[in-house]
């Protein structure tokens, strides 16, 4: 297989899925619609698997397009972004680039973001403050901000991440020892291990958006996330964690998800930054990164 012959296929690709049609996908490219099926074939051909399905309402990813959509996605960052750098090849970023971030998402997405972005730009020289408190971008000398939360009004600029939910957890040997959660009545009976900004009375929703209130009582707190898993994975209770935060030890069952059927809050993400003008392009790709691997830790 020649792989550089599929990169415009990859990129076609990706504007399809984007525009759930291959017609509004041409009139977007500039290419005839014929065009772009043969473009669609080609790669489902030299890839083995089909990538999509046309259905009553448009076109549906199957579960490999979904996985190649992400990384479609962020190869198109990369030709824009080498385009762009191209254009100002001769501005070459140095210095130092401050950041904070909630602990949540610490080790899956902004630290692969922030490696990525420091081999794109050499010269930055990153300065990090992980902390779940808020701060502010120009008391604390900061270029960018990952809030979690709703956004009270101010001057700077939000850019949207995307949504966690809270899921409950516990180590499968908890749940031998303890005895199975079947019912919402049933975590009022567990060791709950909670951080310092979760409260007793928590609001949980069904599938079907119905919502149930149970008040609980903290075994320990903590006021950490990370701290919050590692009691969890020595078998000392339930945690009530972000989804983001719980796919690694979901995926490698150091903890099991318990009510499944249940979920607390849901927290939107933002990028915050306080450039009034048009702001620097490693700021700009950072923002692209933080993206792409919010999207990819999420269940």
């Known amino acids: 297989m020649n792989k550089v012959k599929l990169l ?16 509004q996908a041409a009139v977007k490219l500039k290419m005839s619609k014929s065009a772009i099926s043969q473009q669609i074939s080609r790669l489902e051909d030299s890839l083995g698997h089909q990538l999509m399905t046309r259905n009553t ?8 397009g979904k996985k190649l959509l992400k990384r479609c996605e962020l190869l198109q960052d990369q030709v824009d972004l080498a385009l762009v750098e191209l254009s100002n090849a ?21 630290i692969p973001a ?12 990153p300065r990090i403050i992980v902390s779940d408190e808020k701060m502010d971008l ?16 101010s001057n700077y600029r939000a850019l949207p991440i995307g949504t966690m939910t809270e899921i409950w957890c516990a180590s499968a040997n908890y749940i031998q020892k303890n005895g199975p959660v079947n019912s919402v009545q049933g975590l009022a009976q567990q060791r709950w291990i909670a951080t310092h ?16 209130i149970v008040n609980l009582n903290s075994f320990s707190q903590v006021n950490t996330l990370p701290c919050a898993i590692e009691l969890a994975k020595q078998d000392l209770g339930i945690v ?20 499944p059927d249940l ?37």
Request: with cysteine.
């Open 197 to 212: 900004w979760q409260k007793n009375k928590q609001k949980l929703k069904d599938s079907q958006g119905a919502e149930t």
């Open 240 to 259: 009530l964690l972000p989804d983001i935060s719980a796919s690694p030890s979901l995926l490698d069952q150091s903890l099991i998800r318990i009510l």
């Open 114 to 125: 922030i490696t990525q972005l420091c081999q794109e730009y050499p010269g930055l020289e």
């Open 8 to 23: 415009p296929s990859l990129l076609i690709f990706a504007e399809v899925a984007k525009q759930a049609s291959f017609t």
């Open 263 to 299: 979920h607390g809050a849901r927290w939107p993400f933002y990028f915050m930054h306080a450039f009034q003008a048009e702001k620097p392009q490693y700021v700009t790709r950072f923002y692209q990164l933080i993206s792409h691997y919010f999207s990819k830790a999420q269940l």
């Open 90 to 110: 001769e501005q070459e970023v140095k210095g130092s680039f401050s950041v904070t971030f909630p602990h949540a998402i610490q080790a899956d997405i902004a």
């Open 57 to 64: 309402r448009g076109l549906a990813l199957t579960e490999m």
């Open 138 to 153: 120009v008391k604390d000398k900061l270029d960018v901000a990952i809030y979690a939360g709703e956004l009270k009004d």
